[in-house]
């Protein structure tokens, strides 16, 4: 299957600070990404859909000035959580298209754990 | 609007038997995709198996295979032989056709038994 890298693995920071988590896909081209958060025990939750050349489409609740995303290349992706706070702790996991037509399947990275002190 | 459910919060299973993981969706377009997709405790969602609305034959993949009953429309996730490592979360996951979003179940946690 596609390979997806997510750097870094983990993270803690500074209530504050920003903090930019970056997804790549390895062995293929995504002209979409997708941004994920997920809380202890449950599912995934989209944040936004990043495309590559273009603004992202955030999802209805999501800050996009919170949560900045730049799509700059077909394999890179990155997500910044400006002046994080105590809140913003989650584990945060993006994904790849790839493929096309039926068979097209999202492909995630082995995700991001963030704590705001 | 589109929907996935997964009635099992939690399963128990003994090691070697074969588990059976629920999953119902809803969805008004024709044309549809159904994933699962594998999450252990380091948290990397691993994808397992794909099922599209217009398959004829229910999908499989090693242990893995798909249960797929478009008219009742359930796409269960059937794992063969269970073993430890497949101690999990497994969450069921649908494209529509309308885009390119996954909308996500709830999760089934499987604790393989020894």
């Known amino acids: 299957g596609a390979v997806v890298s997510q750097h870094p693995s983990w993270v803690i920071c500074k209530s504050g600070t920003s903090v930019k988590i970056e997804c790549r896909s390895l062995?293929?081209?995504?002209?979409?990404m997708f941004w994920y958060r997920q809380f202890p025990k449950q599912s995934l939750m989209l944040m936004a859909t990043?495309?590559?050349?273009?603004?992202?489409?955030?999802e209805q609740g999501v800050e996009k000035d919170k949560f900045l995303i730049n799509h700059a290349s077909l394999t890179l992706s990155t997500l910044t959580v400006t002046s994080a706070h105590p809140e913003d702790s989650s584990f945060y996991i993006c994904?790849?298209?790839?493929?096309?037509?039926?068979?097209?399947?999202?492909?995630f990275g082995p995700g991001t754990r963030l704590l705001v002190l | 609007a589109q929907k996935i459910t997964q009635t099992q919060p939690g399963m128990f299973v003994q090691e070697k038997e074969a588990v059976t993981l629920d999953c119902t969706y809803d969805?008004?377009?024709?044309?549809?995709?159904l994933f699962w997709y594998k999450q252990p405790s380091s948290g990397e969602m691993i994808f397992l198996i794909y099922?599209?609305?217009?398959d004829q034959q229910n999908a499989t993949e090693g242990r893995y295979s798909l249960n797929f009953q478009k008219a009742r429309k359930s796409a269960n996730l059937v794992i063969s032989a269970s073993q430890l490592g497949d101690s999990a979360m497994y969450f069921c996951?649908?494209?529509?056709?309308?885009?390119?979003?996954?909308?996500w179940g709830a999760g089934t946690k499987l604790i393989i038994k020894p």
């Open positions: 994904s790849a298209r790839s493929g096309g037509g039926e068979q097209e399947t999202q492909y």
């Open positions: 062995d293929f081209q995504a002209t979409t």
């Open positions: 990043s495309n590559e050349g273009s603004k992202a489409t955030y």
């Open positions: 969805t008004s377009d024709p044309s549809y995709g």
């Open positions: 099922q599209g609305s217009y």
């Open positions: 996951a649908m494209r529509g056709n309308s885009n390119y979003q996954l909308i």
